[in-house]
């Protein structure tokens, strides 16, 4: 037992999470992710992602061949009808011609040159769905881990003055608590996201993080409940230790691991939430991007055969978040080694 | 008479698979008979495996991670356990050997009542009706003494007392008239007048029924009481192992020696409690001799009082209605300087109520703690907060009194920073290294975690963070209780220097009567909330008035 | 008992005016006003008046939060502030689409959930454990809505097992044998993992309990330790977590609802939130409140019932 060399309860679980073959494999994709991330955020990739620089659902490089309505191998003549006189005659704008001619001329047309096909395809507007997948991932991560933030906060705040104190306060925390848990959740957010109204990724974080905050609650006031009459805590009271003394530099810490496995969790919640209220339009605006306004656009792609979107934004999300599930997983036995698989 | 040998265990070596390629061997080599008619006894202390051989007879060691050796055999009436299939040791267990175990109230089933339980071990051994089960288990239970049993066999184990869910359990285990009864430690978590219940139940029946019980244990004065044989564990070996009244008599090896040396008598009071080391070095002759006198007189100056205090919870009850328990009722008496007031009785005695009450960690509901002529219980929070420096507590549980996620030396340091002790976290740190080596830690322990220490180690931390404030009274909630006998001897003959050399007074909550005897100048004796005696240490173990106090002192093991 | 379930019942009260409180104040304050939307593509100010002061608009706010009382009280929600229904029918005619296909995810939830824990319970700490736990990890990371996408597409549309979207208004057989299976195959793909490791975690724990130990030592075989002590233990927070998720059923899926078409009450959520249409959120939430809190005492009354221990205070 003291043969070992000193450890802090930190170490030992970043020991066992670092010798974990899984969590090393995910906690490399996810780095890739939030470098990718960071990266679209200073406008290093995928700057461009809402310009078409390609032609309306281009098609992916590895299928450029294939026909393409607007694109190479297109099936599609553009109709062009020639200016003769008996149309001049029935056109009320014939007589203006040589005037839009000369007013077209101070906006000399730029030749846009739109690639037949980009990397992982286009979408109806030539935009590439590569750099939207990006792009839209940085809007996601950052929705999904600031309300995750903000909502652990709220939650572990208000779960550890509930539980520490108890009494009226208590009560009167469980009462709020209750009035949260007693509305559906989606109704709440619905709710809260109509109210809030003004249509923003920060009004989408806030509104998750307002609504999300009771899960978070109930766990940190359950646990402090029950290291409140730990023996330990007993002890710093017998020291004269203040209440938030107790509250914040001795029950803390030994609840804080399992805040942030619920912090991991809850990212994965509010990625997955964004989704569902982006697609319903009450979330990210439209023209902006994330992955929800991606999904929401490839129903109407979908009838048209159009598949490389949504092929790409359900990879490219569900690595992401299976990733971060699996080692939210490992994160938590990790901390809790007696509870692992026997 | 010559006994056939029921059980043979040859040889047994067991190593656990620990993971990551660790393994621990915790049975090195064991050798050891159980005949007929008779009762073995393993002793031993925590670590000493021996629950690991018991566990492997009845097939109850985890597959996955255990390893017998190649040569290890148990041999019950001539046939190798080791060798079963699953399906015959089913058969066996229940039937041929049965087991009992240290807390009965986890042990027991929660969701089915006891009666259902019996019937169940009926049912999967002997081919009979429901009904004759039933009437099978009232017989059991009868037999093991529950009270009205045709009643009571339709109850929850959690409506029963520890001591009748353990005789509940000893009725499903002999149920099926077994040859081999073993018992792991089955008092131990009872109280001590239960204990003795037990033991005598246990007895009985093993005359009556005729058969054999290997009894687990790390109390060897109970075993004393119950025991033909005897075999003394430390580290997976066996010390040494022989008849009862042969081994007791004179113990050969030095580690048994020791334990029966270790543990307080309550006829015998020596100016220090002799230790392991002790023995095992060689040191046996040169032990101090003399006894220690103990009591307070008139003339000792009183630094505590406690007047008639009271502590009370109340409970809901009804719609509207309030109900009011007595934790704690009219508790009366006086602390003197560098003196040890020691507090006794059973669980749900109130005993570690009073003393959470008096350094105000409970709130309390009458009654007067005078310190000093002012009155504790009455001082505001921040007025009251100077005095925690001066009274103290060292909790039961050292595993769970030291805050995990400290350091010993935040341990040590929090204390004095909170008071203001010392001007700079560099005076403090070096006070606190010195209080490590007073309570004999290892230097190096000040920037380790508390789970690399045992558990004796870390109730010498605890002290130390009580010395840090240089306390006048520290409460001592059952303090020793959780360690074994040889550290417990270790930390009450720490506890006896400390007082000599600060002057400290001491309030000793336990419900061990002989530890109490040997650290006590005055004793209380609680009996559900209320005293029902206080006198000078002495004259209370010589001479008990309350019949309550009698029946205490009648129950100490190895007092028959 | 009876002073149990009183003070229960009394304990309601206030989280009911809480609730109250909180659907009023967002709504009141920050929604947006409904007259507006109501008074159509060329809004003039007198129609907008005449709007607000049929609506209610224009009494001051205690006095429409009292009538909002009333309505709790008398469980009448009056009209659509968008469709003039009354709320009370709009409910009643949508309640039961919602179950329709939320009863038939609730049960299999229940069935394959429990039954998939206990086998993986069973065989804890073997590849089949591991497995199956990663896979459920991931099962229940990937978001309903691409689910719902994908296999609509795939299902629906490529392969055509069944219809894309509809629902037939009473014919509860053609709902279930036509357009219920696939909504609810899809919300059990997500639903289940969840449930599924949850229940493995409460049969592992009950499993290393002391009183396994004992049903071993009695000679009982690992089936029947399993089924007779491990399971009826688990059963405790089993049950209580089915009953904690009955509300839900009421509420539904909006997500489902919405893109397959299913005139639900889901989907009656999202129309009135978009529409501000007060009194449907009133009820909806109000119904939903009670739902909840009625489904917390069952399941404190059944944890009673199922947990010998457990007394009431």
């Known amino acids: ?309 949504l092929a790409t934004v359900a990879i490219v999300m569900s690595t992401f978040v299976v990733c971060f599930g699996l080692f939210t997983d490992v994160l938590r036995d990790a901390f809790d080694p007696k509870a692992t698989r026997r | 008479m010559t006994q056939k040998n029921l059980l043979e265990i040859k040889d047994l070596r067991v190593t656990f698979r620990m993971g990551q390629g660790q393994r621990f061997e915790a049975l090195k080599g064991v050798n050891y008979v159980v005949p007929e008619h008779a009762t073995v006894a393993l002793v031993g202390e925590s670590g000493s495996g021996k629950s690991v051989s018991a566990m492997a007879i009845m097939g109850l060691l985890p597959k996955s991670n255990t390893e017998f050796a190649a040569e290890s055999q148990i041999l019950f009436n001539g046939i190798d356990l080791l060798k079963e299939t699953d399906d015959q040791r089913r058969a066996r267990c229940g039937q041929q050997i049965s087991m009992i175990f240290q807390d009965p109230m986890t042990s027991l089933n929660p969701v089915y009542r006891v009666g259902e339980q019996i019937v169940e071990v009926l049912m999967l051994h002997k081919k009979i009706s429901k009904k004759a089960a039933r009437e099978r288990a009232i017989e059991l239970l009868t037999e093991v003494g529950i009270p009205d049993p045709s009643k009571r066999i339709d109850s929850y184990p959690h409506e029963m007392s520890g001591g009748q869910q353990q005789r509940v359990m000893i009725a499903m285990a002999i149920a099926c008239e077994p040859k081999l009864l073993i018992a792991d430690e089955p008092t131990t978590a009872l109280d001590v007048t239960v204990q003795k219940q037990i033991i005598e139940l246990l007895k009985k029946l093993q005359r009556s029924h005729g058969m054999s019980i290997l009894f687990i244990t790390h109390d060897l004065e109970l075993v004393r009481e119950i025991a ?294 005055e004793v209380l004796v609680m009996n559900q909330g209320q005293m029902v005696e206080y006198a000078n240490s002495d004259q209370l173990y010589r001479d008990p008035q309350h019949p309550y106090t009698q029946k205490l002192l009648a129950a100490i093991p190895g007092r028959g | 008992m009876t002073a149990y379930l009183i003070r229960r019942i009394w304990q309601m009260i206030p989280t009911m005016i809480g609730v109250m409180l909180l659907v009023f104040f967002i709504f009141n304050v920050f929604g947006a006003d409904p007259s507006v939307i109501l008074a159509g593509k060329i809004p003039n100010k007198e129609k907008i008046a005449a709007i607000q002061a049929q609506l209610g608009l224009l009494d001051p706010w205690w006095m429409q939060l009292l009538i909002f009382a009333k309505q709790v009280v008398t469980f009448d929600f009056g009209r659509s502030w968008s469709t003039n229904e009354p709320v009370s029918a709009l409910l009643m005619s949508r309640a039961p689409v919602t179950l329709t296909i939320m009863l038939q995810v609730w049960l299999l939830d229940a069935l394959i959930a429990v039954s998939l824990a206990s086998w993986v319970a069973y065989r804890r700490g073997s590849l089949t454990d591991r497995t199956i736990v990663t896979i459920s990890t991931a099962a229940m990371s990937i978001s309903l809505l691409l689910y719902v996408v994908v296999g609509q597409y795939v299902i629906g549309r490529v392969l055509g097992w069944f219809p894309v979207s509809g629902w037939a208004m009473n014919d509860l057989w053609t709902n279930l044998t036509r357009y219920a299976p696939l909504p609810v195959f899809l919300v059990l793909l997500v639903s289940v993992a969840p449930s599924l490791r949850l229940y493995r975690s409460f049969i592992v724990e009950e499993a290393n309990q002391d009183y396994v130990r004992t049903a071993r030592a009695k000679g009982a075989g690992e089936g029947r330790v399993m089924l007779v002590h491990v399971l009826r233990n688990a059963a405790v927070p089993i049950v209580t977590n089915l009953g904690l998720q009955l509300p839900g059923l009421l509420v539904g899926s909006f997500l489902i609802e919405k893109i397959f078409s299913i005139p639900g009450v889901g989907g009656e959520i999202v129309l009135a939130v978009s529409n501000n249409d007060f009194p449907i959120i009133k009820a909806i939430t109000v119904y939903t409140a009670m739902v909840t809190m009625i489904a917390n005492l069952l399941v404190d009354v059944l944890y009673k019932w199922l947990d010998p221990r457990v007394e009431f205070k």
């Open chain 2, 228 to 521: 033909d044989h005897v075999v003394v564990m430390q580290h997976g070996v066996i010390r040494e192992q022989g008849a009862s009244e042969a081994l007791f008599e004179a113990p050969q090896d030095p580690y048994t020696r020791a334990l029966l040396a270790c543990r307080p008598h309550i006829d015998t009071r020596p100016l220090r409690l002799p230790v392991v080391d002790d023995f095992l070095q060689g040191r046996e002759k040169d032990l101090p001799q003399g006894e220690r006198s103990r009591g307070v007189g008139p003339a000792d100056p009183i630094v505590l009082e406690v007047k008639g205090l009271s502590k009370t919870y109340t409970v809901k009850q009804g719609l509207f209605g309030h109900r009011e328990v007595h934790a704690v009722k009219d508790v009366s008496f006086k602390l003197a300087r560098g003196k040890t007031v020691g507090i006794v009785g059973e669980s749900g005695s109130g005993k570690t109520t009073l003393g959470k009450t008096i350094l105000r960690l409970h709130s309390c509901q009458g009654g007067e703690v005078l310190f000093e002529g002012k009155d504790l219980m009455k001082l505001s929070d921040k007025d009251y907060k100077p005095y925690k420096k001066r009274l103290n507590i060292i909790f039961q549980n050292p595993y769970a009194s030291l805050n995990p996620r400290f350091t010993v030396g935040d341990i040590l340091m929090e204390p004095m920073r909170v008071h203001g002790i010392f001007d700079s976290d560099k005076d403090r740190a070096d006070h606190a290294r010195e209080l490590l080596k007073r309570v004999s830690m290892p230097d190096g322990a000040f920037f380790k975690y508390p789970h690399e220490f045992s558990g004796g180690q870390r109730q010498r931390i605890s002290i130390a963070r009580c010395l840090t404030m240089k306390p006048e009274i520290i409460v001592c909630d059952e303090s020793v209780s959780a360690l074994d006998v040889s550290v417990q001897a270790q930390v009450l003959n720490l506890l006896q220097e400390l007082q000599e050399e600060y002057g400290m007074s001491y309030l000793f909550i336990s419900h061990d009567l002989s530890v109490v005897k040997y650290i006590s100048d």
């Open chain 1, 1 to 309: 037992m003291s043969q070992q060399a000193s450890q802090s309860f930190w170490q030992a679980a970043g020991k066992r999470l670092w010798r974990d073959n899984l969590a090393k494999f995910c906690m490399a994709i996810l780095a890739i992710y939030f470098v990718l991330a960071l990266a679209s955020k200073f406008g290093l990739v995928a700057a461009d992602w809402n310009k078409g620089v390609g032609v309306s659902f281009a098609n992916p490089n590895f299928m450029a061949d294939e026909p393409n309505p607007f694109g190479k191998n297109s099936q599609m003549k553009p109709e062009s009808v020639p200016m003769d006189d008996a149309t001049r005659a029935v056109d009320p704008l014939a007589s203006y011609e040589a005037q839009i001619e000369e007013a077209a001329k101070a906006y000399p047309a730029v030749e846009e040159k739109r690639a037949w096909s980009l990397p992982l395809g286009g979408d109806k507007w030539g935009r590439d769905v590569l750099a939207k997948a990006i792009k839209g991932g940085e809007v996601s991560i950052t929705v999904g881990v600031l309300a995750a933030l903000l909502a652990v906060t709220i939650g572990t705040i208000l779960g550890a003055i509930s539980g520490y104190f108890g009494r009226v306060i208590g009560d009167v925390l469980e009462w709020f608590y209750s009035i949260f848990t007693a509305m559906p959740y989606f109704l709440l957010v619905l709710a809260i996201a109509g109210a809030v109204g003004t249509k923003g990724i920060a009004a989408v974080i806030i509104v998750l993080g307002l609504t999300g905050w009771t899960s978070v609650y109930r766990l940190v006031r359950a646990e402090y409940i029950k290291q409140r009459g730990r023996e330990y805590v007993q002890a710093a009271d017998a020291i004269g230790a203040s209440q938030s003394r107790m509250m914040f530099v001795h029950i803390l810490p030994n609840v804080s691991h399992l805040i942030l496995v619920q912090l991991s969790q809850l990212v994965i919640d509010f990625i997955k939430a964004e989704v569902v209220l982006s697609f319903l339009g009450f979330g990210v605006p439209l023209d902006s991007i994330s992955w929800g306004v991606m999904i929401n656009e490839v129903t109407v792609e979908l009838v048209l055969g159009k598949w490389w979107q």
